[in-house]
């Protein structure tokens, strides 16, 4: 199961975790933090492809909208169906219940170019 | 620009103190937020909330001509009795909008416009041009003068703790108030569709008043509730949904421009317009579908353009909803798409306000 421990992050503030060759995909606490009020997530489409550092998925808070990049390559083999009627668990649960989606990796060593928590954590406090 | 080149108001500390969030708004640095949008709109919908609006502008207006001049300036008929105020929108030439506004009568022969923050050097500038022949006095005080808005059904009975009897104030209504040991103004007033008033004091004073009304149990509140409240209640946001490009009557105002007054700056050009006809009108949408509407989106009818959306946001009340110039074909009640991140997704065009408000 993900955790925020056990997952890699992208500098973008996407986290990915890896079982296999599938990473399920999401933001980080800071990130819901700085978006706040989630209101609407339009999610990617299952099947479709995504490309790590590209626009796949936007997050609407009150304020604004935010892009959410896919931090690994593949395709889109499930999406978070709680999140259409509770998108506000993004919020709450930003690294257990209100991941985004999940993808079959095509370049799995993209997922270890991915910072881990403490490597994170430390460009948060630049 | 970082927020040490932002001008900053005498509420900044106290803000930041409160966990405000602060961000630049027109060269301003103030709250977008405090514990949350929601939660701050929720307050002022249901409670009290108060907002930091001292980045607003004062400009009186003093002499014999006082009222003459702002009858001159401004479109709508203003109030020549003490105490009373008028909201009205001041034009150029051409009629379309320099600044909407509130102007108070405080007593015979002396009034005070209350301007938005990013217009008062412009509407000051406007003010002295349009003097010439009135003997009137302009004076721009808008740096001296510092603003709290409390807002929502607990709001003036809240207040009245502070500034015993300001129940009795009417609605758009001013009373010259002496607080924390000043002399200042409360207004009733204000941009959130709910019950409220707004209390000026002079820059020193202000942060005391904060500080009591913390003490009363009324909620800080950013410009991102603000902004959730007043497109609830059908107000117009200057700079975004109306400017200089556009006339009362396009910015669906057409209630605050009194022909029937023997002249006004701008009156030529919207009589002529009123006789031609609109070609766009700022018109309201509730989205249909999931999204959220905001400035800039396209509005559809079919494959047919009709316009650009100039606000929108989601409203806790009603989800998304937005206001935006289209043809003045697109009549309340058609059906629209609105395109969001390349999705067009279905909408109505409503009559405002979507908050229906108490006051």
């Given at each position: 199961?993900?955790t925020e421990?056990?997952?890699?992050?992208?500098?973008t503030?996407?986290?990915?975790?890896?079982?296999?060759?599938?990473?399920?995909?999401?933001?980080?606490?800071?990130a819901?933090?700085e978006?706040?009020?989630?209101?609407f997530?339009?999610l990617?489409k299952?099947?479709?492809q995504?490309?790590a550092?590209?626009?796949?998925?936007?997050?609407?808070?009150?304020?604004s909208?935010?892009?959410?990049?896919?931090?690994?390559?593949?395709?889109?083999?499930?999406?978070?169906?709680?999140l259409?009627g509770?998108?506000?668990?993004?919020?709450?649960?930003?690294?257990?219940?209100?991941?985004?989606f999940?993808?079959?990796?095509?370049?799995?060593?993209?997922y270890?170019?991915?910072?881990?928590?403490?490597?994170y954590?430390?460009?948060l406090?630049? | 620009?970082?927020?040490t080149?932002?001008?900053?108001?005498?509420?900044c500390a106290?803000?930041?103190?409160?966990?405000?969030?602060m961000?630049d708004?027109h060269?301003?640095?103030?709250?977008?937020?405090f514990?949350?949008?929601?939660a701050?709109?929720?307050?002022?919908r249901?409670?009290?909330?108060?907002?930091?609006?001292?980045?607003?502008?004062?400009?009186?207006?003093?002499?014999?001509d006082?009222?003459?001049f702002?009858?001159?300036i401004?479109?709508?008929?203003?109030?020549?009795?003490?105490?009373?105020?008028?909201?009205s929108?001041i034009?150029?030439?051409?009629?379309?909008?320099?600044?909407?506004?509130?102007?108070f009568c405080?007593?015979?022969e002396k009034?005070l416009?209350?301007?938005?923050?990013?217009?008062?050097?412009?509407?000051?500038?406007?003010?002295q041009?349009?003097?010439?022949?009135?003997?009137v006095?302009?004076?721009?005080?808008?740096?001296?003068w510092?603003m709290?808005?409390?807002?929502?059904?607990?709001?003036v009975?809240?207040?009245?703790?502070l500034?015993?009897g300001?129940?009795?104030l009417a609605?758009?209504h001013?009373?010259?108030?002496?607080l924390l040991g000043?002399?200042?103004?409360?207004?009733r007033?204000?941009?959130?569709?709910?019950?409220?008033?707004?209390?000026?004091l002079?820059?020193?004073?202000?942060?005391a008043?904060?500080?009591?009304?913390?003490?009363?149990?009324?909620k800080?509140?950013?410009?991102?509730?603000?902004?959730?409240?007043?497109?609830?209640?059908g107000?117009?946001?200057?700079?975004?949904?109306?400017d200089?490009?556009?006339?009362?009557y396009?910015?669906?105002?057409?209630?605050?421009v009194k022909?029937a007054?023997?002249?006004?700056?701008?009156k030529?050009?919207?009589?002529?317009?009123?006789?031609q006809g609109l070609?766009?009108k700022?018109?309201?949408f509730?989205?249909?579908?999931?999204?959220?509407?905001?400035?800039?989106?396209?509005?559809?009818?079919?494959?047919?353009?009709?316009?650009v959306?100039?606000s929108?946001t989601?409203?806790?009340?009603?989800?998304?909803?937005?206001?935006?110039?289209?043809?003045a074909?697109?009549?309340?009640?058609?059906?629209v798409?609105?395109?969001?991140h390349?999705?067009k997704?279905?909408?109505?065009?409503?009559?405002?306000?979507?908050?229906?408000?108490?006051?």
């Amino acid at each position: 199961m993900h955790t925020e421990e056990n997952s890699r992050f992208a500098k973008t503030h996407e986290w990915a975790h890896m079982e296999g060759d599938v990473a399920t995909v999401g933001i980080s606490n800071h990130a819901q933090e700085e978006i706040s009020d989630i209101v609407f997530v339009d999610l990617p489409k299952v099947g479709q492809q995504v490309t790590a550092g590209q626009n796949c998925c936007v997050i609407e808070s009150v304020k604004s909208a935010s892009e959410i990049y896919s931090p690994v390559s593949g395709e889109v083999i499930e999406v978070n169906e709680a999140l259409a009627g509770d998108p506000a668990l993004v919020n709450r649960e930003p690294h257990a219940g209100g991941w985004l989606f999940k993808v079959k990796m095509t370049a799995p060593a993209e997922y270890e170019n991915l910072m881990d928590l403490s490597a994170y954590k430390a460009t948060l406090n630049k | 620009m970082t927020h040490t080149d932002l001008k900053k108001t005498p509420l900044c500390a106290a803000c930041e103190a409160a966990g405000g969030k602060m961000v630049d708004f027109h060269g301003w640095l103030l709250p977008v937020q405090f514990e949350g949008i929601l939660a701050e709109h929720k307050a002022v919908r249901e409670a009290a909330g108060m907002f930091d609006v001292s980045h607003m502008g004062q400009i009186f207006i003093e002499g014999k001509d006082a009222w003459a001049f702002l009858q001159h300036i401004n479109c709508n008929n203003i109030k020549n009795e003490p105490g009373a105020g008028t909201y009205s929108h001041i034009l150029t030439e051409k009629g379309t909008i320099i600044d909407d506004a509130i102007s108070f009568c405080i007593m015979p022969e002396k009034f005070l416009t209350v301007v938005n923050a990013a217009c008062a050097d412009e509407d000051y500038a406007w003010f002295q041009k349009q003097a010439g022949s009135f003997d009137v006095t302009v004076r721009n005080e808008s740096a001296a003068w510092a603003m709290i808005a409390v807002q929502g059904p607990k709001a003036v009975e809240t207040v009245n703790n502070l500034i015993p009897g300001v129940q009795e104030l009417a609605r758009f209504h001013i009373r010259e108030i002496e607080l924390l040991g000043a002399k200042g103004y409360v207004t009733r007033t204000g941009y959130t569709g709910e019950d409220g008033v707004e209390i000026m004091l002079p820059n020193d004073k202000i942060a005391a008043l904060w500080d009591e009304l913390l003490k009363l149990g009324v909620k800080p509140c950013g410009l991102g509730a603000r902004d959730v409240l007043r497109l609830e209640a059908g107000y117009l946001l200057n700079g975004a949904d109306a400017d200089q490009t556009r006339t009362p009557y396009e910015a669906n105002c057409g209630w605050v421009v009194k022909l029937a007054k023997e002249n006004f700056v701008g009156k030529d050009a919207l009589a002529a317009q009123k006789a031609q006809g609109l070609k766009e009108k700022l018109t309201a949408f509730v989205l249909k579908g999931p999204g959220v509407p905001r400035a800039g989106c396209k509005v559809y009818a079919g494959a047919e353009e009709k316009g650009v959306l100039t606000s929108g946001t989601y409203s806790p009340l009603f989800k998304g909803i937005a206001v935006g110039y289209v043809t003045a074909d697109v009549a309340a009640g058609s059906e629209v798409e609105i395109e969001i991140h390349g999705r067009k997704v279905r909408a109505e065009a409503v009559k405002t306000p979507f908050y229906k408000n108490r006051v």
